[in-house]
């Protein structure tokens, strides 16, 4: 069975002025954020834990996490010789690091509550519940722009990527969605409304930690690599710490001084 060709959709859904353009990219940013922000509003009055002022005064700080996080990890975690310091402004252009972003996320979590006199595991554990509808959206974006394509292979579903060079390609951009995004989101609510993990605090941020590494790291065996740390990717080396960081909150999260 031949490959599937790679349907051409323009990463532009309409210019606003000069290089300043409304992207399939941008667009499953801003859903993600409205739609998290819906879902966790109905997780703050479901537990009586947060406020849903709470939850809309976080929205410019989780943007600016989201951006800022991603774009200095982009630079940080994946450096290229052509990159310059000032491209790290040039959002438009893309390149986007999840685990910066998750980074930013958890420093601007954690300054958050603490203004606002929250609890930062309870906090953080919110977040983590609507994180991964943020993260379905950009893999899908991911695909839209035909970039962070998989390896070459010979499976019948196998895409041809321009940008990949026309070749065989597993359409990662696509398993990353379903194992980061849909799987991981239901896991992780399935644990907080049937198991009631939001009751103990930092169970549900421990489990996404763990939960996302692994799937990440099995996503990565698919994943054109983005660089190399020895025989693992640059992505599963990242990964690894998160699991590892996962279990260390998930053993230490009701001592006294976590």
């Known amino acids: ?135 379905f959206l950009g893999r899908l974006a991911n695909f839209i722009n035909d970039e962070l394509y998989g390896r070459v292979t010979n499976v019948w579903w196998a895409v041809l990527f321009p940008n990949g060079g026309y070749l065989p390609r597993h359409p990662s951009q696509l398993y990353e969605a379903f194992l980061e995004g849909v799987l991981l989101f239901c896991l992780l609510n399935y644990i907080a409304y049937f198991r009631r993990g939001l009751k103990q605090a930092g169970k549900i941020s421990s489990i996404f930690l ?14 054109e690599p983005d660089g190399w740390i020895g025989p693992i990717t640059i992505g599963q080396a990242l990964s690894l710490l998160m699991v590892m960081g996962g279990i260390l909150l998930l053993t230490f999260r009701g001592k006294k001084n976590h």
């Open 210 to 223: 763990c939960a996302y590494g692994i799937c990440r790291f099995i996503g990565e065996f698919f994943r």
């Open 1 to 135: 069975m031949e490959p599937f060709t790679f349907p051409q959709i323009n990463p532009v859904i309409f210019h606003i002025w000069g290089p300043v353009a409304l992207r399939w990219y941008n667009l499953a940013y801003i859903l993600g954020i409205v739609l998290g922000l819906v879902l966790l509003k109905w997780w703050a009055k479901k537990e009586g834990k947060i406020s849903s002022t709470h939850v809309e005064q976080f929205l410019p700080w989780s943007i600016l996490a989201i951006v800022v996080g991603g774009r200095v990890g982009e630079f940080l975690f994946y450096p290229t010789q052509t990159q310059t310091f000032w491209d790290i402004f040039y959002i438009w252009e893309g390149g986007m690091s999840f685990h910066g972003a998750f980074i930013g996320m958890v420093v601007s979590g954690y300054f958050f509550s603490k203004k606002n006199g929250l609890s930062f595991l309870r906090w953080i554990d919110h977040i983590a519940l609507v994180a991964p509808i943020g993260i």
